[in-house]
């Protein structure tokens, strides 16, 4: 059974910081590209920060780079989201994502159930 479970969300006045993990379980956790999303009330969801499985190469929506860090622990199975100097923007719903793709037709994609990041002062 697979299974995101993510933790760290809360609300935290603008200019702050925040910390958001995910837990893996039922997976090779190191053979999987790891995503952070968020989904804001009446909006799409939209990829925040990405991992790659090999090499730990990262990418950033234009929104969060330069405030954010992605970072994963394959003896933990966990990858962080370090978000700093928040604003009221950030507000959404964060996801975790764990995807693997293994032929051109197999791929494997699993989402946790999403945790709240509220910034208001």
């Known amino acids: 059974q697979v299974q995101l479970v993510e933790s760290g969300g809360g609300l935290v006045q603008p200019g702050g910081s925040l910390r958001l993990s995910c837990a893996a379980s039922?997976?090779?956790?190191?053979?999987?590209?790891m995503s952070w999303y968020r989904q804001a009330p009446g909006k799409e969801r939209e990829l925040v920060a990405a991992?790659?499985?090999?090499?730990?190469?990262?990418n950033y929506a234009d929104s969060v780079k330069g405030r954010s860090t992605i970072s994963r622990d394959n003896a933990k199975n966990t990858v962080t989201l370090q978000m700093n100097n928040l604003k009221p923007d950030d507000t959404a719903v964060y996801y975790c994502?764990?995807?693997?793709?293994?032929?051109?037709?197999?791929?494997?994609?699993?989402w946790g159930q999403g945790t709240q990041v509220t910034v208001s002062s």
């Open positions: 994502n764990a995807l693997r793709t293994v032929l051109k037709d197999l791929t494997y994609d699993y």
């Open positions: 039922g997976i090779a956790f190191s053979a999987y590209r």
């Open positions: 991992i790659g499985s090999v090499g730990g190469s990262t």
